[in-house]
């Protein structure tokens, strides 16, 4: 969360941010409560509709928060038209690309002003590091949150950076490995008698594929499903797999898998994470570079006892 607090940290008492409804439950507990208790105003909208969003600005609007990938519903936004919108009235947009990585979107290509990523997941990739960047073009705006860096103390130490640099050399190959193995999978599980929907924006069957192949050059490794039955029989997975380990975090060579609803998102109010889609039979999975067979076997061997 350290970049994200430095970037909301630019905000003043009286600013406006709009945030898009469905995103990380850390980055939700971030925004209401301590940016709210600093005296800025936090909206949150569904930029998926563009009328909404529009709705939502007011005259002291300075920023707008995205995800996409949104973590854990998999919805996509247009981030070149979030932008544009942003533009029209003043506004910096945010993208938190930590699901994708640069290898596989580029949110400054699209309009964005601020990309923030977890370093602990996906660029750093061993799950050993707790780290975040924010990259900018406008140097002005990063002197500013280099300041902030500074005066906060949010940026990273010399170790934590040697692994995360170590980590880049070996990022591509990683997230194509990760990306064909979570492919498989969810094309796996789509097909299960089990599982109700499969939330992955490489599928055919998602909402926004056409816009996931116009402004992602890959679908990454992380991805959500609803198992039938409710919350009983998703515990009763979570407690049934071997390869896969339950953990909240994501973006590491080993296979990880959780619950939103009382892990990542607890701190969402339930009637928020209802809202939105975060149900109780909703599983999220990160799934790693281990051989896709042995994968797959491990969820399978779980879903018979469902």
């Known amino acids: 969360m350290a970049a994200e607090a430095t970037v909301l940290a630019a905000l003043s ?8 409804d469905d995103l ?19 909206d949150f909208v569904n930029m998926r509709d563009p009328a909404a969003l529009r709705r939502a600005f007011r005259p002291n ?9 949104t973590n854990p519903l998999m919805n996509l936004l247009d981030l070149r038209a979030v932008a544009a919108v942003a533009k029209e009235h003043g506004a910096i947009t945010v993208c938190d690309n930590t699901f994708l990585s640069p290898y596989f979107q580029r949110p400054l290509d699209l309009g964005v002003d601020v990309v923030v990523h977890s370093t602990t997941k ?10 975040g960047a924010a990259i900018v073009r406008d140097p002005d705006l990063a002197e500013r949150i280099a300041f902030l860096q500074n005066a906060l103390g949010t940026c990273s130490g010399p170790q934590d950076s040697f692994l995360v640099l170590r980590g880049v050399k070996t990022l591509a190959v990683r997230m194509e490995a990760h990306n064909r193995n979570a492919l ?6 789509e097909r299960h008698p089990k599982v109700a929907a499969v939330l992955h924006p490489g599928l055919e069957s998602h909402p926004q594929h056409a816009l996931a192949r116009e402004q992602m050059t890959g679908f990454g490794g992380t991805f959500s499903f609803r ?32 619950h939103p609803a009382s892990m990542t998102h607890l701190s969402m109010p339930e009637d928020v994470r209802t809202a939105v889609g975060i149900t109780e039979d909703l599983i999220r999975v990160s ?10 076997a491990d969820l399978a061997r779980a879903l018979d006892k469902v």
């Open 13 to 20: 008492a009286g600013d406006h941010v709009l945030v898009h």
């Open 24 to 42: 990380y439950g850390g980055t939700y507990r971030l925004l209401t409560s301590v940016v709210t208790r600093h005296g800025a105003a936090v």
């Open 61 to 69: 609007t300075k920023m707008l928060w995205t995800e996409s990938p």
């Open 122 to 131: 996906y660029i750093n990739g061993h799950s050993d590091v707790v780290g």
């Open 184 to 189: 498989r999978l969810a094309r796996w599980l």
């Open 227 to 258: 198992v039938k039955g409710g919350r009983a029989e998703a515990f009763r997975l979570l407690s049934s797999v071997q390869l896969f380990i339950l953990a909240e975090s994501l973006g590491g060579v080993e296979s990880l898998i959780e």
């Open 287 to 296: 799934v790693g570079i281990e051989h896709g067979d042995d994968l797959e």
